[in-house]
């Protein structure tokens, strides 16, 4: 590749983003112009125009409601999400130094799903109990995986990755069997959840929520950066090259759990991103973690963007969940890639 | 470490990115003020904007409404007069027409199909996977959902879309009867008060006195016990809390088995060991039903089923899982299966309209739409077939 002789600079990396975003405010406009409900480009840019200046009341009214109120929000919804999933699989696969960690293989997502569960459950009136105790399932898996995948007082990939393994299984088969047992009907809404839905409207309260832990976490991340670099050549290599191992594990595992903890509580369990999105970039881009935490931010935003608007336009008017397309597209392109790279 | 870039010279990044330069707490503090600044103007302004809108809504509002309790409890406000309704699943869409307010009925569901112009109306999706921006763009004045098959999260959505939703949830025939007469009242915009020229009154006092005839004719019987198979590979049947067990107890009929849960997996070996008089089967296609019934004969298990050896098998229209008007049409159907006697009639179903969707379609989709899933191959396929 072109770029792979060249020196990383810091203009480069901006330049590389700006390229990316620049894909990713295109797939953006390509996802509010299809849906279910057809709007020319002409309309759509009269009325984002309209928006932008700050005139939303010349809106037609059927702009306002589902591009304002359901196709926007959407949009970012699935952005932010594909990009906390994404920079979390890169950091768990720095953290583990193992290609296959991934926030749904490390048993966090299952850990979210459960806790949404209990929630309807035992206070199905609230409405935002169910987010909420999704990210609080998280963390206590995040957290229960973390010691579990302890030895000697010591962090070992090989153990961590069979607790998350273990613990997603065993939480699984919990909530089978909460929706096998119970005689309650509403819990039965969690099938979609499991396998990532983003149709559900969300208050604007809480997409500021999600921004606002997005940008926290993910640039708690990326401040750690550098340290991941030489991690990845070794803790041992890395300790000796002056970076403070321990702390720097600490805030990557708990900033990535934030953020899959968030991205798993609004949209349920979107699978493949966290894997594939930080590879794809790796190969695009090198392996230099002060690229990949922005690019995989963005090619995850990209990535869900892409795969939503497909689940919700391939059968309008009926929606499919976004976590089948992302696994039906996901993977050819990863072997492509793979191929590609090999040959 | 595969291609990429080279390490660049320290000078050419920031100060915050250097590792020689600043310790790792400073560089998160650093970033993390920053962040927090950002996010919070962010968060404002995003809130600036989405609040105005909303105020504007409410406050422009229909010029009359009516705030009612839905049947899960929630509190709706309805515009008044109704005059564009999305039904969201096919045993409303039912009710609906049969409550004479087919005409207003603006969008239903893939799997809407009786009466017949149900089926010309804009579709809005599945029950489970609606598109809301199809439903939006319909302008309803209220969309009327059903618990038992969809979800609360579509519920959810349309609510903060300032979208009226009003959800049934009848648990017996009794209540699928009220639960009619309340929503005809609710879109004709006749209060609380049942008024004697009111459709939908009209309508269940003809269905309570056909059900009168059925309780009258099954007085005094032993209630047969069967099997209803709602589903057959898993095995499922109907739960003790469904309207569709209260169906077959006015029929005169006892479930063989009833868990708790609404819709349960049960075993085979239960179901030999209950020892059903009848087994019920429902299907619109007749002959194809007849066809798989013929198959079970020879399976291990059912064979040894005495209602299957004696060929004491029944099959009704899909109407009895709708919970709406026409499952008196199939609870009459039952009574007469059972109790021919008592009707001084042929006695056997007779084979229902045509077409074999229905709700039982919806299940399936959800199904393949499950098993498509990377995630739910294990957890989501059971959960779909165990819906109806």
Redesign the interface.
């Known amino acids: 590749?072109a770029?792979?002789t060249?020196?990383?600079?810091?203009?480069?990396m901006l330049l590389t983003c700006a390229m990316l975003t620049g894909v990713l405010v295109a797939v953006m406009v390509l996802a509010l112009r299809l849906?279910?409900?057809p709007f020319s480009l002409s309309d759509l840019a009269q009325n984002l125009l309209w928006l932008a200046s700050g005139h939303?009341e010349k809106l037609s009214?059927?702009f306002?409601?589902?591009m304002?109120?359901?196709?926007l929000p959407r949009i970012l919804l699935g952005s932010i999400v594909g990009a906390a999933l994404s920079v979390a699989g890169a950091s768990f696969q720095a953290l583990l130094r193992n290609p296959l960690a991934d926030p749904?293989v490390l048993g966090v997502?299952s850990g979210a799903a459960l806790g949404a569960i209990l929630a309807?459950l035992a206070l199905?009136a609230l409405?935002l109990m169910t987010p909420l105790a999704a990210f609080l399932g998280a963390t206590a898996t995040i957290a229960a995986v973390y010691f579990l995948g302890r030895r000697e007082g010591q962090l070992d990939s090989g153990t961590l990755l069979l607790a998350g393994i273990i613990s997603a299984s065993f939480l699984?088969a919990v909530?089978?069997f909460l929706?096998?047992?119970?005689?309650s009907?509403?819990v039965?809404?969690?099938?979609?959840?499991?396998?990532?839905?983003l149709?559900?409207?969300?208050?604007?309260?809480l997409?500021?929520?999600l921004?606002?832990?997005f940008?926290?976490a993910a640039?708690?991340i990326?401040?750690?950066?550098?340290?991941l670099n030489l991690l990845?050549a070794g803790e041992r290599e890395a300790m000796h090259l002056?970076?403070?191992v321990t702390?720097?594990k600490l805030?990557v595992y708990v900033s990535a759990s934030i953020l899959t903890g968030l991205a798993v509580s609004v949209s349920g369990?979107i699978?493949?991103v966290g894997l594939l999105v930080p590879h794809v970039m790796?190969?695009l881009?090198?392996?230099?973690y002060?690229?990949l935490i922005p690019t995989s931010a963005l090619g995850g935003a990209i990535a869900v963007v892409l795969a939503d608007t497909l689940a919700?336009t391939i059968v309008?008017?009926?929606?499919?969940?976004v976590?089948?397309m992302t696994?039906?597209a996901g993977a050819p392109v990863f072997i492509y890639l793979l191929r590609r790279?090999l040959s | 470490?595969?291609?990429?870039?080279?390490?660049?010279?320290l000078s050419?990044?920031?100060t915050?990115?250097?590792?020689d330069v600043v310790g790792?707490?400073a560089?998160?503090v650093?970033?993390?003020a920053?962040?927090?600044i950002?996010?919070?103007a962010?968060?404002m302004e995003?809130?600036a904007r989405?609040?105005?809108?909303q105020a504007e809504q409410s406050a422009a509002g229909k010029s009359s409404s009516v705030r009612v309790t839905d049947e899960m409890g929630r509190g709706v406000t309805v515009p008044q007069p109704v005059r564009r309704i999305v039904s969201l699943a096919p045993s409303v869409t039912e009710t609906l027409f049969a409550l004479g307010l087919g005409d207003r009925v603006v969008g239903d569901t893939?799997y809407c199909d009786y009466p017949a112009e149900a089926k010309s109306k804009t579709?809005?999706?599945?029950p489970?996977?609606?598109?809301?921006?199809?439903i939006?763009?319909l302008?309803p004045d209220l969309v009327v959902a059903t618990?038992?098959i969809n979800?609360?999260?579509?519920v959810?959505?349309l609510e903060?879309?300032g979208i009226a939703v009003y959800a049934t949830d009848p648990r017996t025939v009794e209540q699928v009867l009220s639960s009619t007469e309340r929503l005809g009242r609710l879109i004709r915009g006749g209060g609380a008060q049942v008024e004697g020229t009111d459709k939908g009154g009209e309508l269940t006092a003809q269905l309570r006195r056909r059900l009168g005839i059925v309780r009258d004719a099954v007085a005094g019987v032993a209630p047969k016990s069967v099997f209803f198979v709602v589903w057959q590979e898993p095995l499922i049947t109907v739960?003790r809390?469904t309207f569709l067990a209260d169906a077959l107890r006015w029929a005169g009929a006892r479930p063989a088995l009833a868990p708790?849960?609404?819709w349960p997996?049960v075993s085979l070996e239960a179901v030999i060991r209950a020892a059903p008089e009848y087994l019920i089967f429902s299907s619109d296609d007749r002959a194809k039903a007849l066809q798989q019934i013929a198959g079970l004969r020879n399976q291990p298990g059912w064979r040894t089923l005495a209602a299957m050896r004696a060929n004491r098998i029944i099959v009704l229209p899909e109407a009895i899982s709708h919970p709406s008007p026409r499952l008196v049409d199939a609870i009459e159907e039952l009574a007469r299966a059972l109790y021919p006697e008592r009707f001084g009639a042929k006695g056997a179903a007779l084979a229902g309209t045509a077409g074999t969707r229905g709700m039982h379609a919806g299940t399936f989709a959800?199904a393949a739409?499950?098993a498509?899933?990377?995630?739910?191959d294990?957890?989501?396929c059971?959960?779909?077939r165990?819906?109806l």
């Not at chain 1, 929706?179 to 005689?183: E, G, K, R, V």
């Not at chain 1, 039965?188 to 839905?197: E, I, P, Q, T």
């Not at chain 1, 881009?285 to 230099?288: A, E, L, N, P």
């Open positions: 590749m770029v792979s060249r020196r990383l600079t810091f203009g480069r849906g279910a409900v939303p009214t059927d306002r409601l589902i304002v109120d359901i196709r749904y997502s309807l199905p409405p699984s909530i089978m929706m096998m047992t119970l005689a009907r509403d039965r809404g969690m099938a979609f959840w499991l396998m990532g839905d149709s559900a409207s969300l208050p604007p309260g997409l500021c929520i921004v606002a832990g940008v926290l640039g708690a990326f401040t750690t950066a550098s340290d990845l002056g970076v403070e702390r720097v805030v369990a699978g493949y790796r190969m881009f090198g392996s230099d002060r690229v919700r309008a008017p009926t929606e499919l969940p976590g089948a696994a039906m790279r | 470490m595969q291609g990429g870039w080279q390490e660049g010279t050419e990044w920031p915050f990115m250097r590792r790792n707490s560089r998160i650093l970033l993390s920053g962040a927090l950002f996010a919070g962010l968060a995003a809130c989405t609040g105005p809108p893939n579709r809005i999706g599945g489970v996977d609606p598109s809301l921006e199809t939006a763009a302008h618990r038992s979800r609360q999260s579509t959810n959505s903060h879309l739960g809390n708790a849960q609404d997996n959800f739409v499950c498509q899933a990377s995630v739910c294990f957890v989501g059971d959960l779909g165990g819906w």
